[in-house]
């Protein structure tokens, strides 16, 4: 995630200035004797932006400099230096990650000229950045002039070489003079930029269209919008549906170009896996960061009538199940057609958080001699899988229906160049509260190959039911999917999270408060590394060590608080009981919750005291037993 430096209109033209020159002071200063140099560059806000970006989470910047620069080429050329700077200050604070994204604005003499392409007046600008982000009122030709642009240069010059990968070419959503008028003719323009065969990059203007061009329609809510969302960057739930395309007039002078019947976003783009779970653990409960309700274990714990957003809270839907789920037969031999399986965002019920897909199954009617149980293959998320190292799978779900049903967690290649094959170590199945079900999968990818291996995570379902010469059709909702690298020994010692500690910080004046509650929560966590061993070393020269700590420990997904009211004497209280407030994130801050007073239950009012609780939630998917979590008291 990039943090937007923009600067826009006159009144920001002193602010340009400022950005190079750094903090003066206020005192007389000048050079000790007359200096005929030109304008020089500071690396003041380079490390101050740069420490904004590590308290933040930001990744980088995009620079967007839409004011001229009077100045001219002594103030640009100036401008690439500080910017060389501020890519240097970030790699060291943020991570060699980091990025520094220039956007097509100004141009070498300073003055304001929108370019819509990459050429030797936005040049300079790019060679200290890491990408260029062109602005999206080009006509069609410009990206392949782009290219070629920079594949014509001596890169040898540079010290950062480029690739066509590092030019993202602009494309607005609301069309706004680009090519094929936005909304859904955005393919038309991404043709263009052809991201897989030519080798350009898409940046996105306004890609929240989908929700702001339809919000004020009588009838429109998150499930509109989702299947809206979907249409535009996967396409139609139903295979061979057609997607209405609005017309576009050509600009003048722009040439025809025939680009077909519509294309979703993704079919651009080849499919990339999330990073490998050994090196960043997967976990998502299928939420798009919005909803109207919050489950804790199943159970429904706020709904909202206005509903909230939290991108903090966004997780994978599931890449393979969207548009559309691949269904598959397991045992692969059976001639009958395979039953239709339809995915869409269940708001309604969910494990964690605010929502979780609901897969449904319709099977037709068989007079197969073994159509009494039908299994079938339900692949869910692509991985990233190394090979020969231990993997755990987690997937919480909940089936209704009128079948009856085996459910089992599994893992495939999706490698068709290889003959991969999963060795399974240990299974388990555990009933959870408010309907739900825990599958747990241990394997090992058992191939020797160098590089990782693409695989999906899903469900093997076999099903029966009263009838099977009849249609029947069920339901599967999918509450959770975790999966992470096991210890590389089963002598690591098992670490358990814990919140050890939370304080409360009253606003103050209280008197100046609405209620004498509001104020800001923290915490402090740590890790429990459960019960000490007997050793076991028989010399010094014993080669198994007395334990193994080596392996790092897991993190926190988010926290949720709680809160009770009590006498303020030591009475109440009972966590199970206690009354939910909301969760960590949406304001960056990890071990940290302001209690609003929109927060506060009604519970609270006239009440002497009150006990908050902090309840983690792992990077895992795991819930803290209350047990592991904290409290703070809270009294007048």
């Known amino acids: ?330 045992d692969g031999d059976r001639e009958e057609a395979v039953p239709v399986a339809t995915s869409d965002i269940s708001i309604d019920d969910a494990w964690l958080g605010s929502s979780s897909v609901a897969v449904v199954i319709s099977a037709p009617g068989s007079v197969s001699e073994d159509a009494f149980f039908r299994c079938v293959w339900l692949p869910i998320q692509s991985l990233a899988i190394a090979p020969r190292r231990s993997y755990r799978l987690s997937i919480v779900y909940k089936l209704d229906g009128p079948v009856e049903a085996n459910v089992g967690a599994s893992v495939k290649s999706l490698a068709k160049e290889l003959d991969a094959n999963f060795d399974v170590n240990s299974v388990s199945e555990t009933s959870l509260p408010n309907g739900w079900t825990e599958l747990l999968l241990d394997f090992t990818l058992a191939v020797d190959h160098h590089t990782d291996i693409l695989t999906a995570a899903g469900l093997v379902i076999g099903f029966t039911c009263e009838d099977p010469t009849e249609a029947v059709a069920f339901s599967i909702n999918i509450g959770a999917l975790s999966v992470y690298a096991n210890p590389l020994s089963l002598t690591h010692t098992p670490l358990n999270h814990k919140v050890i500690w939370a304080d409360f910080a009253r606003n103050q004046p209280i008197y100046k408060t609405v209620s004498p509650f509001v104020g800001t929560l923290t915490w402090g966590t740590g890790i429990s590394l459960g019960p000490v061993p007997t050793l076991t070393l028989t010399s010094p020269e014993d080669t198994e060590a007395a334990w193994i700590l080596d392996h790092p420990p897991r993190s926190f997904a988010y926290f949720n608080v709680y809160m009770q009211a009590h006498t303020g004497e030591g009475g109440a209280v009972s966590p199970e009981t206690a009354t939910f407030v909301g969760t960590t994130g949406l304001d960056g801050r990890e071990n940290r919750f302001y209690v609003d007073p929109a927060c506060l239950p009604a519970e609270v009012e006239g009440a002497k005291g009150v006990r908050f609780y902090v309840q983690g939630v792992t990077d895992r998917g795991q819930v803290l037993e209350w047990e592991d979590c904290t409290f703070v008291d809270v009294t007048l």
Not at 209 to 220: A, I, L, N, R, V
Request: aromatic share 14%.
């Open 1 to 330: 995630m990039l943090g937007n430096l923009i600067f826009e209109h006159a009144e920001s033209e002193a602010d340009c200035l400022r950005l190079l020159v750094g903090a003066l002071p206020k005192v007389v200063t000048g050079p000790a004797k007359p200096d005929a140099h030109t304008l020089p560059a500071s690396p003041h806000y380079a490390r101050l932006l740069a420490d904004l970006a590590y308290q933040r989470g930001f990744d980088g910047y995009l620079l967007n400099f839409e004011a001229v620069l009077r100045g001219g080429v002594e103030q640009t050329r100036a401008l690439t230096m500080w910017i060389a700077m501020l890519e240097q200050e970030l790699k060291h604070k943020v991570g060699p990650h980091a990025e520094v994204v220039w956007y097509d604005s100004i141009i070498v003499d300073g003055r304001l000229r929108w370019q819509d392409r990459l050429n030797s007046v936005n040049l300079p600008f790019f060679l200290p950045s890491t990408a260029f982000f062109s602005n999206y009122t080009w006509p069609s030709p410009y990206p392949s002039m782009t290219a070629q642009y920079l594949l014509s240069l001596d890169q040898s010059k540079f010290h950062h070489p480029k690739q066509l990968q590092d030019i993202y070419i602009g494309v607005d959503v609301w069309g706004r003079g680009s090519h094929g008028g936005g909304g859904f003719g955005l393919y038309k323009a991404i043709s263009h930029v052809d991201p897989e065969f030519l080798g350009l990059s898409v940046a996105l203007f306004g890609h929240a269209w989908t929700w702001e061009s339809e919000q004020d329609k009588q009838g429109w809510s998150w499930k509109s919008w989702w299947e809206y969302e979907n249409n535009l960057w996967l396409g139609p739930k139903q295979l061979g549906e057609e997607v209405p395309v609005p017309a576009y007039a050509l600009r003048e002078g722009e040439p025809m170009c025939e680009h077909g019947p519509f294309k979703p976003i993704a079919d651009f783009f080849p499919r990339r896996p999330p990073p490998n779970p050994a090196h960043l653990p997967f976990f998502t409960t299928f939420s798009p960061g919005v909803g109207w309700s919050w489950f804790v274990r199943g159970a429904q714990v706020l709904r909202s009538e206005s509903g909230w957003t939290d991108v903090h809270k966004t997780t994978s839907m599931g890449d393979l199940l969207f548009p559309r789920p691949n269904l598959a037969w397991e």
